[in-house]
């Protein structure tokens, strides 16, 4: 007599499943497994690498950043991946330079620069006069030996002080750039910088020290202390005349890395206010792998920092 079936299933009146079937078992498992019943497993699409988010962004609010280079020879190689050791700066991401170098800082610049001799003149016998008026209001005689003359060579003088106004990036370089298979740092040091603070108009001076990394393409050296003069030679503060060297650089040249240190002594500090006369201010900028790379960083540091 037969026996009757096995409700719970018997092993030897049932056929052995195929692949497919035992897969399709393995997978119900699983999603028993995990919790995942009922649940329709979805195919994320792939996930689009950091960098070209970040290229597409940068292309569309800023296109002149990823243009092509203006020659074959300046295209940099591609740069290994590691996270930044300081985060980039959003006032260096897109910096406000031309090359004419009026960017900084007034409206006023390129009436100066495009004054003709008889306006340059008015703008002289305006300034003496003004020299003039201060003289009287702190309690001075103009007219005195002693400061006859005085406003006009201190008119000549404060335009002197300022002619960085006048100067711009371009003829600066004055095409200065040369192609060299050299990607190690290039360093001038101890630049004497000469400059007045804005907010005084008293001077402030020091030393600044200029570096950087080479892509394919080197800048004369003179050129570096012409750009420190140019930008110091205006209305400033020495935290932006730092990072206006530095973004001028880079706008030049196109570096691998840009690095400027500055220190100096302020006059508004010194010899008014706090009177402190041995405080000496000290600023940098770095820009690209002297940003993002700390060993680079402290590469360029300890040679500055070398007596």
Same mark, same amino acid.
């Given at each position: 007599?037969?026996?009757?079936?096995?409700?719970?299933?018997?092993?030897?009146?049932?056929?052995?499943?195929?692949?497919?079937?035992?897969?399709?078992?393995?997978?119900?498992?699983?999603?028993?497994?995990?919790?995942?019943?009922?649940?329709?497993?979805?195919?994320?699409?792939?996930?689009?690498?950091?960098?070209?988010?970040?290229?597409?962004?940068?292309?569309?609010?800023?296109?002149?950043? *990823?243009?092509? $280079?203006? &020659?074959?020879?300046?295209?940099?190689? @591609?740069?290994? +991946?590691?996270?930044?050791?300081?985060? =980039? /700066?959003?006032?260096? *991401?897109?910096? $406000?330079? &031309?090359?004419?170098?009026?960017?900084? @800082?007034?409206? +006023?610049?390129?009436?100066?620069?495009? =004054? /003709?001799?008889?306006?340059?003149?008015?703008?002289?016998?305006?300034?003496?006069?003004?020299?003039?008026?201060?003289?009287?209001?702190?309690?001075?005689?103009?007219?005195?030996?002693?400061?006859?003359?005085?406003?006009?060579?201190?008119?000549?003088?404060?335009?002197?002080?300022?002619?960085?106004?006048?100067?711009?990036?371009?003829?600066?370089?004055?095409?200065?750039?040369?192609?060299?298979?050299?990607?190690?740092?290039?360093?001038?040091?101890?630049?004497?910088?000469?400059?007045?603070?804005?907010?005084?108009?008293?001077?402030?001076?020091?030393?600044?020290?200029?570096?950087?990394?080479?892509?394919?393409?080197?800048?004369?050296?003179?050129?570096?202390?012409?750009?420190?003069?140019?930008?110091?030679?205006?209305?400033?503060?020495?935290?932006?005349?730092?990072?206006?060297?530095?973004?001028?650089?880079?706008?030049?040249?196109?570096?691998?890395?840009?690095?400027?240190?500055?220190?100096?002594?302020?006059?508004?500090?010194?010899?008014?206010?706090?009177?402190?006369?041995?405080?000496?201010?000290?600023?940098?900028?770095?820009?690209?792998?002297?940003?993002?790379?700390?060993?680079?960083?402290?590469?360029?540091?300890?040679?500055?920092?070398?007596?």
């Amino acid at each position: 007599m037969a026996n009757p079936p096995n409700d719970i299933g018997d092993e030897g009146s049932r056929e052995d499943p195929s692949p497919t079937e035992r897969t399709r078992e393995f997978g119900s498992k699983q999603q028993l497994l995990n919790g995942n019943v009922g649940h329709h497993p979805t195919t994320k699409p792939p996930r689009q690498p950091t960098s070209s988010l970040a290229q597409r962004a940068v292309s569309a609010s800023h296109p002149h950043l *990823v243009e092509a $280079p203006r &020659d074959p020879r300046d295209k940099a190689p @591609p740069t290994p +991946g590691g996270a930044a050791s300081r985060p =980039a /700066s959003p006032i260096t *991401v897109n910096p $406000p330079i &031309d090359y004419d170098g009026l960017s900084w @800082p007034s409206v +006023g610049t390129r009436t100066r620069l495009e =004054a /003709s001799p008889e306006q340059a003149e008015e703008r002289l016998q305006k300034l003496s006069g003004a020299v003039r008026t201060i003289l009287e209001c702190i309690g001075e005689d103009p007219d005195r030996e002693g400061l006859h003359g005085t406003p006009e060579r201190y008119a000549q003088a404060m335009l002197f002080f300022t002619k960085g106004y006048e100067e711009n990036v371009q003829d600066i370089v004055n095409g200065a750039v040369f192609h060299e298979d050299h990607d190690e740092l290039v360093i001038v040091k101890d630049i004497e910088v000469y400059s007045l603070c804005e907010h005084h108009l008293v001077p402030f001076t020091g030393k600044m020290h200029i570096g950087y990394i080479p892509n394919r393409r080197v800048l004369g050296l003179s050129k570096l202390a012409r750009i420190a003069e140019m930008f110091s030679r205006r209305l400033q503060v020495q935290e932006r005349l730092t990072k206006q060297v530095a973004l001028a650089l880079t706008e030049v040249l196109r570096p691998k890395g840009v690095g400027v240190v500055m220190e100096s002594s302020h006059l508004c500090m010194v010899m008014r206010g706090v009177q402190k006369t041995s405080a000496v201010t000290v600023t940098s900028c770095m820009l690209g792998c002297m940003r993002s790379r700390a060993k680079t960083r402290e590469e360029f540091l300890n040679l500055v920092n070398r007596r």
